[in-house]
Nanobody, 122 residues
């Protein structure tokens, strides 16, 4: 069992930065691939970024590539999402998830966090 708790969301102006954190409980964190997803009002949840269990592989949605960076610290049971050059369209609830495979085409979520709101003002 893994419990995930996101933090770091908030209100930021377009062009600004935020860093999201996702703290995991349980001793098996390092065995999971981790991902960030987001859901804007009236839209389906979408993939943002993922990272393999050891941090060796990372994947990004085209819409955030070059602006967002996913990383993890297995010693702290935490995964991060550094978001730079934020745009109005990045506004959404951001969720972290634990899965068995990091590649987006293979991703299956085993656990979800409760989400953190990111609002970008234009």
């Amino acid at each position: 069992q893994v419990q995930l708790v996101e933090s770091g969301g908030g209100l930021v102006q377009a062009g600004g930065s935020l860093r999201l954190s996702c703290a995991a409980s349980g001793r098996t964190f390092s065995t999971y691939a981790m991902g960030w997803f987001r859901q804007a009002p009236g839209q389906e949840r979408e993939f943002v970024a993922s990272i393999s269990w050891n941090g060796g592989s990372t994947y990004y949605a085209n819409s955030v590539k070059g602006r967002f960076t996913i990383s993890r610290d297995n010693a702290r049971n935490t995964v991060y999402l550094q978001m730079n050059s934020l745009k109005f369209e990045d506004t959404a609830v951001y969720y972290c998830a634990a899965g068995s495979a990091s590649a987006p085409s293979s991703w299956q979520s085993d656990y979800w966090g409760q989400g953190t709101q990111v609002t970008v003002s234009s």
